[in-house]
């Protein structure tokens, strides 16, 4: 297991970098993929419940959400089309002999919105000056708070965070991750002003306090996917990703991290 975990790392890391400094449309590309198939993941979890939707319009229109809120503010077209596209077919649907159209058509509206709208903040946070160094100031000290919770909750934790939702998380391990974070945000920070010269941009007090409120809140992205799990008694959102899970998994706090760490770093720090 560790060594399968290893592995997809360290194939997926050089993927990653090679989009961030690629430029603003290879990461684009790169965070539709991902959209995509995580939208994937969070239909086959309903199906698994007995309740279906469409994939390709969750998909496309996820995607779409994705990609004109990443780059613009006009994305209402596209939310509405959502909407007027998902109604109709479940209108059709309905007349047709499903009898769940409602809660399909409200899923599928939910999942569009989550994944696209919150996903849409990594590409903005790409967009920013000096967005691929941003971008990579805010992701590491949430996987670095997630780390150090995994670590101090398994040989440390008592008390249960969340007992019905996620039963291994542990208050300890989430001060741990707090602490972790706050690092890493500082520490990444400190190193990325001086050898990138971006001193006037990047301070160690920005990755301090982005670290700090990252790692307070972006366990909620996991614990909203835990959620699902939860309710549909899965392990992982699926196989994709061999010792990891599927894609929701490996960005569920990540989804949260983004637009949070892009509204702290263009209210606050620009």
Known sequence: MFGQRVLVVLILLPIGLAAIFGGQIPFALLVALIVGLTGREYVTLFRTG???TSTIILVVSAVALALTHGFSDSDAPVLLLTIFVGALVQLWRYEHGASQSATE?????AGSVYFGYLAAYLIRLRNLP???WWLLLVLPPVWIADSVAYGVGKNFG???LSPSISPKKTWEGYLGGILGGIAGGYLLAS???PWLHLNDAILPWHGL???AILAV????GDLTESLFKRQFNVKDS???LPGHGGMWDRIDSWLWAAPLGYYMITLWFL
């Open 50 to 52: 007995g309740v279906h």
């Open 105 to 109: 058509f409200s899923i599928m509206l």
């Open 130 to 132: 000096d967005g691929d």
């Open 158 to 160: 008592k008390h249960q």
């Open 191 to 193: 190193l990325y002003g």
């Open 209 to 211: 306090l982005l670290g």
């Open 217 to 220: 809140i972006t366990p909620l």
């Open 238 to 240: 699926s196989h994709l």
